[in-house]
């Protein structure tokens, strides 16, 4: 298959287990037009299970002068005579920026105690992303510049608390809005990895009716 990188050729993976690009190499190409590839490990310290995975996951590697990604799913596992992976493509390949975090559009409630004392700030998320969202605040909002507050994201029915800080801090539009982005601040592990599976599996879902 024309759309899968050569034999040999390094690539990495994003999983939902966490935000780490997880390397691998190609290994072979069946075929089926599936593509082997060296199991996942690093940068964790036991190999990851197919179960993790099941919901799909993506490939990435460098074409010509740009980094490309595929959403893919796992068909098969082997662990002879070296730890695979063989994979089947669930989409069309796109151009990607190798970042940080993952942002998808989605819009949900947001509740946040900007100033100590003062009165919520209810805002509807533009996108969502593992480190943070952006959103749009009227004119009333203050802005708590440096201070740390905590916000209440609202998910799949589950409100989470969490630490953050302001990241950006616009100007008022010709609607009196101004565009906010926040950031998370010392996530904890359950809610980092509740917002992080969600944020994944809407990006696949988005992928999906994309095609």
């Known amino acids: 298959m024309s759309d899968w990188p050569k034999y040999n050729t390094k690539a990495w993976l994003r999983l939902p287990c966490c935000n780490a690009e997880h390397p691998t190499r190609i290994e072979d190409l069946t075929a089926k037009d599936d593509c082997v590839i060296a199991a996942p490990q690093s940068p964790h310290t036991s190999p990851i299970s197919a179960k993790q995975v099941k919901k799909g996951f993506f490939i990435g590697w460098v074409r ?55 009165a919520p700030t209810r805002v509807q998320t533009r996108d969502l992303s593992e480190g943070g969202f952006s959103c749009e605040v ?24 969490i630490r953050s800080q302001i990241a950006w801090w616009g100007r008022l539009n010709e609607d009196d809005k101004r565009s906010v982005g926040v950031q998370f601040i010392d996530v904890q592990s359950n809610t980092a990895d509740q917002v992080r599976s969600f944020v994944f599996s809407e990006q696949l879902r988005q992928r999906r009716l994309a095609q």
């Not at 069309?92 to 942002?103: D, E, G, N």
């Not at 009227?138 to 608390?161: R, Y």
């Open 64 to 118: 010509g002068q740009e980094a490309v990604e595929a959403p893919v799913s796992l068909i098969a596992a082997a662990d002879e005579p070296i730890p695979t992976w063989t994979i089947k493509l669930k989409g069309k390949l796109s151009s990607t920026t190798r970042r940080r975090y993952v942002r998808v559009d989605f819009a949900t409630d947001v509740t946040m105690y900007l100033l100590e004392r003062g």
């Open 138 to 161: 009227d004119e009333w909002a203050n802005d708590p510049q440096s201070k740390v507050f905590h916000v209440e994201l609202l998910l799949e029915g589950i409100t989470h608390t």
